[in-house]
């Protein structure tokens, strides 16, 4: 298939795999790239720019396909070494990068002289323009029911795709609940070029997390996420368990005096525990609604060919059958 996402990024199938916390690693960004879709190793993940240039590295030894590095501008004080992150990423030579969180803009221009995309994350239309406005390549629109983190307007993808493809130029994505063919074809009849997804390659083969995680994903149903931090501002989509539960029964009797450590505890810092020692249960972690739609744990070539497959499918048979008739 080819959309103006394959061919900026130079993919073979309009799939991205979304930046994931402790879960972007190496193995997981160049099987998907090697599959013909677009890995994105977390930036974040990795403790110091050294680091991260050895995983890049370590990465282009496991493919020779384009990947890319997602960097989460967070809103924190100490924040990380953003300048020493972006060097690495231009010296490893890197081709595309997913930028999430706060505007970028500062660490466009050493990226796009380098000849790197840059591919912003975004929850609302006016981001996705703002986005467009300072230089990014595209965009990922990120709806309402996306793991992670939604933003506060909490609009899904059926009004926030056709609402992108109504005002943007440049291409877009879309982003949250998307797990197979369905949701490509929907998402391309919606103006997207292409899809991003993170909890669907959280349950595959390759991604280098333990296996509870998968397993917990396999079990939940759509019904089982839940919002966390909604009082401040800072909304995350996570998978219901019982430290969830007490999240929100410290965030519901606080109410507006709620501060963050107040919840700390069962917030930050989790990820190693949940992702590498599979304690599922000891914080919440991010986990989209498209968890209903997982079934499987397929290699991430059988999820993409799959997804591909019944697409071309899906658009010959079914929708064009629908014409003739
Ligand atoms: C476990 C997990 C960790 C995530 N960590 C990050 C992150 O560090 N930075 C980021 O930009 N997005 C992060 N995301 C969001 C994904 O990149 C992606 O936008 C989101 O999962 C899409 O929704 P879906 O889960 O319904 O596919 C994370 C998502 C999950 C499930």
């Known amino acids: 298939m080819k959309t103006r996402i394959t061919e900026l990024f130079g993919i073979e199938h309009p799939i991205i795999q979304g930046g994931m916390h402790y879960v972007g690693f190496a193995e997981l960004a160049a099987a998907v790239s090697n599959a013909g879709g677009l890995g994105i190793i977390t930036g974040l993940t990795q403790k110091t720019p050294q680091d991260l240039a050895n995983e890049i590295a370590r990465c282009k030894d496991m493919t020779d396909k384009p990947f890319g590095v997602n960097v989460t501008f967070l809103p924190v004080v100490n924040a990380p070494d953003y300048p020493g992150i972006i060097k ?26 380098a000849g790197i995309k840059v591919i912003h994350k975004c929850t609302a239309v006016r981001h996705a323009l703002k986005a467009q406005k300072i230089g990014c390549d595209a965009v990922s629109v990120d709806g309402f029911e996306c793991g992670g983190h939604p933003g506060e307007d909490d609009i899904p993808n059926m009004i926030l795709l056709p609402r992108a493809a109504d005002e943007l130029d440049i291409p877009f994505v879309s982003s949250g609940g998307m797990a197979d063919a369905r949701s490509l ?42 919002l966390v931090m909604r009082p401040l501002r800072n909304t995350e989509r996570v998978l219901n368990n019982p430290a969830v539960e007490r999240i929100l029964a410290t965030e519901k009797a606080k109410g507006r005096e709620l501060e963050f450590g107040d919840i700390a505890g069962e917030v930050a810092g989790v990820y190693p525990r949940v992702m590498l020692d599979g304690e599922v249960d000891c914080g919440a972690w991010s986990c989209g609604m498209v968890a209903g739609l997982i079934n ?30």
């Not at 690495?88 to 002289?113: C, F, M, Q, R, S």
């Not at 019944?310 to 059958?321: F, K, P, T, V």
């Open 296 to 325: 499987d744990i397929p290699t991430c070539e059988e999820l993409i060919s799959r997804i591909m497959a019944d697409a071309e499918h899906m658009i010959r048979q079914r929708l064009s059958g629908m014409l003739q008739g």
């Open 185 to 226: 074809v929907a998402s391309l009849a919606m103006g997207a070029e292409g899809m991003n997804m993170g909890t669907r390659f959280l349950a595959t083969k390759e991604a280098p997390v333990h296996d509870n995680v998968k397993q917990a994903i396999l079990e939940a149903t759509e019904l089982d996420t839940r």
């Open 88 to 113: 690495v990423i231009i010296d490893g030579g890197v081709k595309v990068v997913e930028t999430a969180g706060n505007n970028p803009v500062e660490y466009l221009p050493a990226l796009k002289e």
